[in-house]
């Protein structure tokens, strides 16, 4: 069941009924508590910003045996994802009801989630993590770090031109993704830049299309090289994915048909690149590697991950991706 716009966050407590495991971030929780005064909340804190498996595992032990009627999830895509890794962990039946409170990872409609294992990247992927019910309230992001926004933007939008042109593409995938690639043309830069309500609600929205595509078709090769560049240089993760989308586009263009996002978008192909560097530019997100401290390409390469690359429309060599990485 999905709840989707602002002050969506009032359908909450018809939701829930009994105990509540509630899996959030420090600061927050006072604002969770006040839609639900009556309710007996259990909360967690305890998680980094990529959820880790012994985090995970410590939540399985803090709570083994204890018995919820229902687990919320209530923050951003690591949030969301912690709390789908630990009910898929502990076997638990319990209905999710996941609350975003970024507009970009799109984590609340998907049935995967990232964990690291040992310090590597793994991606569960599996019908049962997909939450039960979603949120979307937009006045939850309004107010966000401008940085943390333009990353989320960013995420949600290369996720949905990604999906867009993916092998795994369907029909269905295709309509989020042209809905989600609309709208994030058309609010992403206000929705950065202020605290617009109809801009914040739309790219929260746009956000949620997007997830819902990527359920469907998976990313492809800019998500592909992201991990690396988060891991070992700290970029934030749609910050990462960014980096490489416009060169992306250059690649995949003689592979697949991608005239319906140029029309969205009002572009040629000429001007792909320079479309992307001024957004880029107009939400505060630096898209110049060496300027990011970012200078052993080579690494980022031979790090890739294989299954999204798989998904691309263009099989890549190497000399390609390093490509996806320059100026």
Same mark, same amino acid.
């Given at each position: 069941? %999905?709840?989707?716009?602002?002050?969506?966050? *009032?359908?909450?407590? =018809?939701?829930? =009924?009994?105990?509540? !495991?509630?899996?959030?971030? /420090?600061?927050? #929780?006072?604002?969770?508590?006040?839609?639900?005064?009556?309710?007996?909340?259990?909360?967690?804190?305890?998680?980094?910003?990529?959820?880790?498996?012994?985090?995970? *595992?410590? @939540? *399985?032990?803090?709570?083994?045996?204890?018995?919820?009627?229902?687990?919320?999830?209530?923050?951003?895509?690591?949030?969301? =994802?912690?709390?789908?890794?630990?009910?898929?962990? /502990?076997?638990? %039946?319990?209905?999710?009801?996941?609350?975003?409170?970024?507009?970009?990872?799109?984590?609340?409609?998907?049935?995967?989630?990232?964990?690291?294992?040992?310090?590597?990247? $793994?991606?569960?992927?599996?019908?049962?993590?997909?939450?039960?019910?979603?949120?979307?309230?937009?006045?939850?992001?309004?107010?966000?770090?401008? #940085? !943390?926004?333009?990353?989320?933007?960013?995420?949600?939008?290369? *996720?949905?031109?990604?999906?867009?042109?993916?092998?795994?593409? $369907? &029909?269905?995938? &295709?309509?989020? +993704?042209?809905?989600?690639?609309?709208?994030?043309?058309?609010?992403?830069?206000? @929705?950065?830049?202020?605290? =617009?309500? %109809?801009?914040?609600?739309?790219?929260?929205?746009?956000?949620?299309?997007?997830?819902? +595509?990527?359920?469907?078709?998976?990313?492809?090769?800019?998500?592909?090289?992201? #991990?690396?560049?988060?891991?070992? #240089?700290?970029?934030?993760?749609?910050?990462?994915?960014?980096?490489?989308?416009?060169?992306?586009?250059?690649?995949?263009?003689?592979?697949? /048909?991608?005239?319906?996002?140029?029309?969205?978008?009002?572009?040629?192909?000429?001007?792909?690149?320079?479309?992307?560097?001024?957004?880029? &530019? $107009?939400?505060?997100?630096?898209?110049?590697?060496?300027?990011?401290?970012?200078?052993?390409?080579?690494?980022?390469?031979?790090?890739?991950?294989?299954?999204?690359?798989?998904?691309?429309?263009?099989?890549?060599?190497?000399? /390609?991706?390093?490509?996806?990485?320059?100026?």
């Amino acid at each position: 069941m %999905e709840f989707i716009g602002r002050n969506a966050i *009032q359908n909450l407590s =018809d939701l829930i =009924d009994g105990k509540v !495991l509630l899996f959030t971030q /420090d600061g927050i #929780y006072n604002l969770f508590k006040e839609k639900l005064p009556r309710k007996q909340v259990v909360l967690y804190t305890r998680m980094s910003e990529n959820p880790k498996r012994e985090e995970i *595992q410590l @939540a *399985q032990n803090l709570f083994n045996g204890e018995f919820f009627d229902i687990i919320v999830a209530f923050g951003g895509g690591s949030v969301i =994802d912690f709390a789908k890794a630990f009910r898929f962990y /502990d076997n638990r %039946e319990v209905h999710l009801i996941a609350i975003p409170t970024t507009a970009g990872t799109g984590s609340q409609a998907t049935q995967f989630a990232v964990v690291y294992v040992n310090g590597v990247k $793994t991606s569960l992927d599996n019908p049962i993590i997909k939450p039960n019910h979603v949120i979307v309230d937009s006045q939850f992001v309004e107010n966000a770090p401008r #940085y !943390l926004k333009a990353c989320c933007a960013m995420d949600a939008y290369c *996720q949905a031109i990604e999906s867009f042109w993916a092998k795994k593409s $369907t &029909q269905e995938s &295709q309509k989020y +993704a042209l809905e989600a690639i609309q709208l994030c043309h058309d609010f992403l830069n206000k @929705a950065v830049n202020t605290s =617009d309500p %109809e801009a914040n609600e739309k790219m929260a929205l746009a956000a949620h299309l997007a997830g819902k +595509a990527i359920n469907i078709s998976r990313t492809t090769a800019a998500h592909a090289l992201s #991990y690396k560049i988060t891991s070992k #240089y700290g970029i934030p993760h749609g910050h990462a994915v960014a980096l490489s989308i416009a060169n992306l586009f250059l690649q995949n263009m003689d592979y697949c /048909d991608i005239k319906p996002i140029l029309k969205i978008l009002q572009i040629s192909e000429e001007n792909i690149k320079r479309y992307f560097h001024i957004l880029m &530019q $107009t939400i505060g997100l630096e898209d110049n590697l060496e300027k990011l401290g970012i200078f052993d390409l080579e690494e980022i390469v031979d790090n890739i991950n294989l299954d999204r690359l798989s998904n691309n429309p263009k099989k890549l060599d190497r000399d /390609d991706l390093l490509k996806l990485l320059s100026k």
